[in-house]
């Protein structure tokens, strides 16, 4: 089984504004191996009933990534959408294979 490469934006702050507001600088991180899941019926309605979300896919996210996966934008299959929710990590050790993270996505409207 092998996951595809998945584009993580991060925003990095790089100072701030004469008002003293923060500046950000967005950067895009290539994540290979990333397992792309459709989300099931039966979390669709408890995530819409929860969040007033509307998951998409789930990700599951190779072990040994530290990338920040909460609340941000992530590209594949040509389409751009956002993560949602806290990301769900198990013990590296209690799980089989090579992905450990869950991270649900809806798809991203850009304003």
Do not use: C
Request: glycine share 8%.
């Amino acid at each position: 089984m092998k996951g595809i490469t998945v584009r993580l934006y991060q925003e990095t702050k790089t100072g701030e504004n004469p008002i003293g507001e923060p500046i950000f600088e967005e950067e895009v991180i290539e994540v290979e191996n990333v397992l792309v899941a459709p989300t099931s019926s039966e979390d669709l309605v408890t995530e819409q009933g929860l969040y007033g979300k509307h998951s998409v896919y789930t990700l599951a996210i190779p072990k040994g990534d530290d990338h920040d996966w909460k609340n941000k934008k992530v590209e594949f299959f040509g389409e751009v959408f956002r993560t949602f929710d806290d990301p769900i990590k198990g013990i590296d050790d209690l799980i089989p294979l090579e992905w450990n993270t869950k991270v649900k996505v809806e798809r991203y409207e850009q304003s």
